[in-house]
């Protein structure tokens, strides 16, 4: 199964796409040390929308899970809009 998100880089929302439906899979979003700073249950969609909420600029790895096995995973850049124009 295919895994996008975009943006990447991210500064406020970034969106997940899957190539298929999803039904009552769970999305996890993880840290680079590792910490869950977003854990999504039951998604029944091919897309759904994941706002930063105050989380630090850094890696983060999503991971798409059904039926109690990883699917799909992918990286994420969480950055300062403002960053992104610093020369």
Do not use: C, W
Request: proline share 6%.
């Amino acid at each position: 199964m295919d895994l996008k998100v975009y943006p990447n880089p991210l500064s406020t929302r970034t969106t997940i796409e899957t190539t298929t439906e999803l039904r009552d899979a769970r999305i996890i979003v993880a840290n680079s040390p590792g910490q869950i700073v977003k854990d999504i249950s039951r998604v029944n969609s091919s897309t759904l929308t994941f706002d930063r909420h105050g989380s630090p600029s850094g890696m983060y790895f999503v991971r798409l899970i059904q039926e109690n096995r990883v699917v799909a995973s992918t990286n994420v850049l969480i950055t300062d809009r403002h960053k992104l124009s610093d020369p």
